[in-house]
């Protein structure tokens, strides 16, 4: 079943991607530092596995880069 979505401005089609846990892994974030916006409001990194993702969410994703 087919999810779509705006990710980062752009209208996203996913399969088999139903919370943002999920979203994360397929976009490879697993594990690094980021911050997860979803209609405007944040998820913390804690319900990320609970946070389901719907029809027509917007979703935006930051990933923190080090540097210096």
């Known amino acids: ?3 779509n979505i705006q990710l980062n ?3 996203t089609t996913l399969e088999n991607v139903r919370t943002v846990h999920d979203l994360v892994i397929h ?3 697993e594990g690094k ?3 997860v916006e ?3 409001d944040i998820v913390p990194r804690s319900q ?3 946070a ?3 029809e027509g ?3 935006e994703i930051v990933v923190a880069v080090g540097g210096g």
Do not use: E
């Open 1 to 3: 079943m087919s999810l």
């Open 9 to 11: 401005g752009t209208a």
């Open 27 to 29: 976009l490879g974030y």
């Open 33 to 35: 530092r980021i911050a």
């Open 38 to 40: 979803r209609n405007g």
């Open 48 to 50: 990320h596995a609970q």
């Open 52 to 54: 389901p993702l719907a």
């Open 57 to 59: 969410d917007r979703i």
